[in-house]
C-alpha cells in the first residue's frame, strides 16, 4: 500500500540545522512532484516546498526562502528537505506530500527552542 513515512523531526536551538526525510513506497515516486506542508498549532496547513518529479524545478515559501532546502533521491525513494537558521517560528509538524497523487504522511515534529 501507499506510504510515506517521515523522519528527522525533534528538538533543535534557534540557528540549529535539522534535515527531514520522507519515505515513499508502494506508488510511482518518480512520477510525482512533490511538497513539504508544515502546521503549527491553531494554524493553517502552509506549503513550505516544492519539487518538480525530476528535481529540475523547486518553490519555497518566503519564510523559508534562503534557509531550507529541498531535493529528492528518485532512486531511493526519497524526499528531503534541509532546514537551516531554524527560528522559534519554524516549530510545526511537518507533513511530506505526493502532490501529483495527493497522498500524505504521518509528519514529523519540529520544535524550535533555546
Known amino acids: 500500500q501507499v506510504q510515506l513515512v517521515e523522519s528527522g523531526g525533534g528538538l533543535v536551538q534557534p540557528g540549529g540545522s535539522l534535515r527531514l526525510s520522507c519515505a515513499a513506497s508502494?506508488?510511482?515516486?518518480?512520477?510525482?512532484?512533490m511538497r513539504w506542508y508544515r502546521q503549527a498549532p491553531g494554524k493553517e496547513r502552509e506549503l513550505v516546498a516544492h519539487?518538480?518529479?525530476?528535481?529540475?524545478?523547486?518553490n519555497y515559501a518566503d519564510s523559508v526562502k534562503g534557509r531550507f532546502t529541498i531535493s529528492r533521491d528518485n532512486a531511493k525513494n526519497t524526499l528531503y528537505l534541509q532546514m537551516n537558521s531554524l527560528k522559534p517560528d519554524d516549530t510545526a509538524m511537518y507533513y511530506c506530500?505526493?502532490?501529483?497523487?495527493?497522498?500524505w504522511g504521518q509528519g514529523t515534529q519540529v520544535t524550535v527552542s533555546s
Open positions: 508502494g506508488f510511482t515516486f518518480s512520477y510525482s512532484a
Open positions: 506530500n505526493a502532490w501529483t497523487y495527493s497522498f
Open positions: 519539487i518538480s518529479s525530476a528535481g529540475g524545478g523547486t
